[in-house]
């Protein structure tokens, strides 16, 4: 699909893209809404729990330790695993505040929201002799700030006129040129490793990994969109054309690389750890800024992705070279990886993925971090569960492009699972071992800014409505815009949208259901009402079903509807 037919291809995947954020804000069928209101509160008193335990105990440092109640300024730790060069001097940077700013609006809570913003506009600085991780600090702080800059600056949740005056977006500015000096390198790729004052240390690493150098583009596009600073946006994308530059000729990256010589380390690759976020930032930083360039690199690496990796339902590593199986394991982070294919629109294969990774949860109650499939059992070392996020994400992104009720019993699962292996009176604790589930003190600031957020979303998803986002990998939201769109697609120009004469329902409605389905208008003026010609109502108004010939057409797409697994009829859709 790259090469000439690319934009057509990419033009009619993006309409897919849209139709599925775009139908975010639809009305669920199934589960009833006693029990949908019941889940949604579920998830805010668990949202609450964590955040006013850190609040309480560890505010302004950086995360919770819930079993001590005290505080860890883990910012520096992030990434670190030997705990090498940490600082001395360093008092925090209220990380779990920072990460919990776009939580609190999704959850409607605009007070709280506003106190944060204010507090961190007036306290949090930079100018700290401190080593951070530069992808953890950008996906955590630099997402963090540029995404609750946006929302305070949204019409939705606003913060009143003249309390905010840009100070979120001056601190990710001043964040965004600390990191500029780790791309000094003659390849472009940046520094693992950035001191916050310092900038590059004497004798640093130049170790890093694929999504150390790839996953950085959402956040430095936005921050050079906000602030009208090219440079941010030009160091990611270079770091990330040189990075893809290195792939061999099976379209395929390792795990592992050195800055300075442009070297692979780590030729083994899959899409969990140390490569995940990169895929994710490909196809995101294509629905955020509509530039070819990223669809065709990510279509390119997601095609080598199901060649070589893909196993059935189950996604294993090989070598970037010649393509080999090399390990045969499934780890929590690859769970992202069905979220991401709904983005694609391949829902079938998102389906059989999830359920895997559903079935190690169910199994052990939580996910381990690494389970060895050749042996069927747990990975000696790493059996803790972190509080991560990613099963949640992928439920959430399934239930909201098929409506199957299922996907919220799964989410019910891992709710209820969470409060009963994780909760502790000072907030929500790491797992130390699956198999005994001893706890660990540790509080990671992403159960805040992505797990409740997610199994927040699968209930009540009102925060959609009206606006397309791409979340970040932290799942930090950033509003699509066409403004934000190098090249702007036909779906986002009114003139386009034929069937709209009245501006305030064009708002209203997607602008792929103007582009792909005949549509009618009927009612007088006030009362307008576009209508899909091709729709045909599902047989049964529960959209309960046992065949697809009980499935009809569905309205935005015009596309056959068909029989999900757990009986329910629903879209199934396929890169055109
Ligand atoms: C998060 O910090 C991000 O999702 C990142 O991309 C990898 N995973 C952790 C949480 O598990």
């Not at 590059?200 to 936005?222: F, K, N, R």
């Not at 669809?295 to 339902?313: C, E």
């Not at 190690?360 to 059992?377: I, T």
């Not at 927040?456 to 932290?474: H, R």
């Amino acid at each position: 699909m790259a090469g000439a037919g690319s934009a057509a291809a990419s033009r009619s995947w993006l309409l897919l893209v849209l139709l599925l954020l775009s139908a975010f804000a639809a009305p669920a069928a199934g589960l009833g809404s006693a029990k949908k209101v019941y889940m949604r509160e579920k998830v805010r008193k668990m949202f609450y729990h964590a955040y006013e335990n850190y609040m309480v105990h560890a505010f302004p440092h950086d995360e919770l330790k819930p079993l001590t109640k005290t505080f860890t300024d883990s910012l520096s730790e992030l990434g670190n695993l030997k705990l090498e060069r940490l600082p001395q001097n360093y008092n925090g940077s209220a990380l779990t505040l920072v990460e919990s700013l776009s939580s609190l609006v999704v959850l409607g809570n605009y007070t709280e929201f506003e106190r944060g913003v204010l507090w961190l506009s007036d306290n949090l600085t930079f100018d700290v002799d401190a080593r951070v991780n530069l992808f953890e600090c950008n996906i955590r702080v630099l997402g963090g700030l540029v995404s609750a800059h946006i929302l305070a600056t949204d019409s939705k949740s606003r913060l009143e006129h003249g309390l905010y005056k840009n100070q979120l977006l001056d601190l990710a500015r001043d964040l965004g040129q600390r990191f500029l000096p780790a791309f000094e390198t003659p390849t472009g790729l940046p520094y693992a490793w950035i001191n916050l004052k310092y900038g590059v240390m004497e004798d640093e690493t130049t170790e890093t990994s694929t999504s150390g150098c790839g996953s950085l583009i959402l956040e430095m596009g936005a921050l050079s969109r906000l602030t009208g600073d090219p440079r941010f946006q030009a160091a990611a994308l270079r770091a990330l054309r040189k990075l893809w530059s290195m792939r061999s000729p099976l379209n395929l990256l390792g795990t592992t690389l050195d800055v300075v010589t442009g070297d692979w380390i780590e030729y083994s690759s899959g899409v969990g750890a140390g490569v995940d976020s990169f895929y994710e930032y490909l196809i995101k930083a294509y629905i955020l800024f509509g530039n070819d360039e990223f669809w065709d690199m990510f279509h390119s690496s997601y095609l080598a992705v199901q060649k070589y990796f893909r196993h059935g339902p189950w996604y294993h590593e090989a070598d970037m070279r010649t393509g080999k199986a090399t390990y045969w394991q499934l780890t929590s982070l690859q769970a992202f990886w069905p979220g991401l294919q709904i983005l694609v629109g391949d829902i079938a294969a998102a389906n059989s993925s999830h359920r895997e990774f559903f079935y190690v949860w169910d199994k052990f109650g939580v996910l381990p971090e690494r389970y060895l499939l050749d042996h069927g059992m747990l990975h000696p070392t790493e059996k803790y569960y972190p509080l991560r996020p990613e099963l949640a994400e992928s439920t959430f992104y399934l239930y909201q492009a098929t409506r199957d009720p299922w996907y919220m019993e799964v989410g019910e699962t891992i709710i209820n699972s969470l409060n009963y292996y994780t909760r502790v009176d000072g907030g929500f604790a790491s797992v130390r071992d699956v198999t005994t589930m001893e706890l660990e003190d540790h509080q990671h600031s992403f159960f805040l800014s992505e797990t409740c957020k997610y199994l927040y979303l699968l209930f009540d998803d009102s925060f959609l409505a009206g606006q397309n986002y791409v979340f970040t990998t932290e799942g930090h939201p950033l509003p699509i815009r066409g403004s934000w769109h190098e090249k702007l697609p036909e779906a986002y120009i009114p003139a386009n949208w034929t069937s709209v004469k009245n501006e305030n329902q064009a708002i209203r409605l997607s602008a792929l259901s103007q582009q792909v389905c005949p549509a009618t208008t009927t009612g007088g003026s006030i009362s307008l009402q576009i209508e899909s010609a091709c729709h045909i109502p599902d047989l049964h108004a529960d959209h309960r079903c046992r065949t697809d010939d009980e499935c009809g057409i569905d309205s935005t797409t015009c596309r056959k509807r068909v029989c999900s697994m757990a009986g329910f009829c629903g879209l199934w859709l396929f890169i055109p």
